[in-house]
């Protein structure tokens, strides 16, 4: 496998090279991490029983096959992931399903899965039943889903050597490139729902946990915090008081912005009526650092949007939706977004979950996660921020 893996490596670093990519810078970007990520992720479906005649194959296609096919592949890839996830969380979780179950009148077979009270919409007086789970802490949780998968993650002091590290992101275990590190929780904003944003318009002010798809859906991942120790429900709301990877002083027009800021309305998180567990290993995704000097990342964000249609697996995607999953279409033009009052709808009509998931790019054992920030240069980085790439740094912000 080493053979092989030295292979994609070479047709990743040719490919990024290609002329062929989109003239547009911001594309361009967005066009070289789809064909990374459909080398990567191809590669580690492949398994350990691939042959080079595979490998060659799916390098050829990555140098031939259109964008959006590609980026189906990875869809298809990380979706196979994520569906290996939730079996081995059940298999954990769920009680011995041959134990005889007593009947309920009138009330309907809980489903697989954690699957409770996701995407009904039924009154909030008539309580989904909630099947019964192990009752395990999150630190055996975790130990159980290692020994399934052969790997976990574990938050603790960053080795990065800077005072404003904090606390970082570790592989526990071991994992190939391509696999599924981490998932990115929280509430997802499209851009229909910018304003909703706590904080807005100066939503970063506070908050060191949001991210950006390439689309412009922004993810939260400050009301999940560390997830829960416990069967702990989470229906989206910002309950903690969560501690920013590092310590921002306050300052008066800070202070003043917050004021300003619209609340965030419960009405319109999870609309329609999710509730989730955040007894959850891999959501923890926001606390995976930049790295340091002389370090380079291990792992690169990728967009995941989950069928809302797999109800058994929903209850273990980390995210719900703010405002309905049924977006206002929106248009990009330059940095603003407007409303576009015209059908958009080119795919099947399969209400998803725009969410984001790390992806390993090297093979990796017992070590940190590090993701490249890819900071915009067009404002004052921090001290600390060290470029893996001004070029594609420039490109994704253009």
Known sequence: MAFLFNK??????????????ARDPRKLQFEADINRLFLYTS????????????????????????????QKQVQENIHHQIKNFCTAM?????????????????????????????????PPTNHPVIPETRPLKRTELSQSLKDSIGYTLDVKDSQIPHDEAGKGLFLNGEANV????????????????????????????????????????????QPWDYGGETRELWDGSTKADVRPKTEVTEQGSDRLWKMLSKPLDRSQVGSGGEILERRNPLALAHFANHPGKEMVPNVMVC???????????????????????????????????FKSWGSRKTGPDVPVLKALVLVATTPLCNEEVLLNYR????????????????????????
């Open 8 to 21: 994609f490596q070479d047709a990743v670093r040719t490919l990024a090279k290609s002329p062929t990519f």
């Open 90 to 122: 059940d298999e954990i979780l769920l009680p011995d399903i041959s134990q005889p179950q007593e009947s309920q009148s009138n009330v309907p077979p809980p489903r697989s899965g954690l699957s409770f009270a996701v995407g009904r919409t039924s």
């Open 375 to 398: 900071l915009s240069n067009s404002k004052r980085r921090p001290s600390w921020y060290i470029p893996v790439d001004e070029e594609e740094d420039r490109r994704r912000w253009s």
């Open 43 to 70: 590669y580690n479906r492949l398994g350990n029983d691939a042959v080079e005649a595979d490998a060659e194959e799916i390098i050829d296609m990555a140098s031939k096959a259109p964008l959006d096919e590609q």
């Open 178 to 221: 391509g696999a599924v590190i981490a998932m990115y929780p929280g509430i997802i904003y499209t851009p229909a729902y910018y304003q909703y944003i706590p904080g807005y318009p100066r939503v970063d002010a506070q908050n060191t946990y949001l991210i950006t798809r390439y689309d412009g859906t922004v993810i939260n991942a």
């Open 303 to 337: 967009p995941y949007d989950f069928p809302l249609t797999e109800k058994d697996m929903r209850a273990y995607i980390p995210n719900i939706s703010f405002g309905n999953v049924e977006e206002v279409n929106m248009r990009r033009f330059g940095s603003f977004w």
